[in-house]
């Protein structure tokens, strides 16, 4: 079993749509929670990050955490087709000062007009 | 703020040769650079951890004499490929850590655009 489970996608929506992006990981130890967005052939661009379980806000984002399914998510509302592109979840240890990063593959999003 | 520029943006090379990427930290100092490893539709790879002034920590698996890396000042962080063999064709990513802290999570890595490298 990986650490970090991701759908790489792609999921296509609607101009307009709520998305919603999700990971699972394994490791316990995680404690450190980020999303990044990725554009092709670029590199990642953070999008979110939170330390504890719950919801943080961010304008169209919502980051959700649930440590006791180890399971995150990412909301985004009003979706735009400037949105359109790779989501990478990615987590961290408390124990390696939160540095050592472990993404998910990503998930394609598709935005059509 | 916390822009991380990488060069070059793409290099095509003859196997064999060596070829070297800088990564820098333009705005900000960073004490930690990390270089990873995205391969097509797979998740960056964590390579390895540099400290300026310090060497290179290597994750495992990864040949710390092919993939050379110098931290040599608290902006500058370079990679270099030895030897280079058409495996290592990959798309190649630093990202760095502010001195310091940066925003309230002072944990937050800033990524460069990315090298991308093809081995002939």
């Known amino acids: 079993q990986k650490e970090v489970e991701q759908d790489p996608g792609p999921l296509s929506v609607p101009e307009g749509a709520i998305v919603s992006l999700n990971c699972t990981y394994s490791n316990s130890a995680f404690q450190y929670f980020m999303w990044y967005r990725q554009y092709s052939r670029k590199g990642p661009e953070l999008l979110m990050y939170?330390?504890?379980?719950g919801n943080k806000e961010d304008g169209r984002f919502t980051a959700q955490v649930d440590k006791s399914s180890k399971y995150i998510s990412l909301f985004i509302r009003d979706s735009q087709p400037s949105d359109s592109a790779t989501y990478l979840c990615a987590m961290a240890p408390r124990y390696s000062g939160y540095s050592t990063l472990t993404f998910g593959k990503g998930t394609m999003l598709l935005v059509s007009p | 703020g916390a822009v991380v520029s990488q060069h070059p943006s793409w290099v095509i090379c003859k196997s064999g040769t060596s070829v070297k990427i800088e990564c820098r930290s333009l705005d900000f100092q960073a004490t930690t650079m990390f270089w990873y490893r995205q391969f097509p539709k797979q998740s960056l790879m964590l390579m390895a951890t540099s400290n300026e002034g310090s060497k290179a920590t290597y994750e495992q698996g990864v040949e710390k004499d092919k993939f050379l890396i110098n931290h040599a000042s608290l902006t500058l962080s370079t990679l270099t490929v030895t030897s280079a063999h058409p495996e290592d064709s990959s798309f190649y990513i630093c990202?760095?850590?502010?001195?310091?802290?940066?925003?309230?999570?002072?944990?937050?890595?800033?990524f460069g655009p990315g090298t991308r490298l093809t081995v002939l």
């Open positions: 990202s760095a850590r502010v001195a310091g802290g940066y925003g309230q999570g002072g944990s937050e890595q800033f």
């Open positions: 939170t330390y504890s379980s």
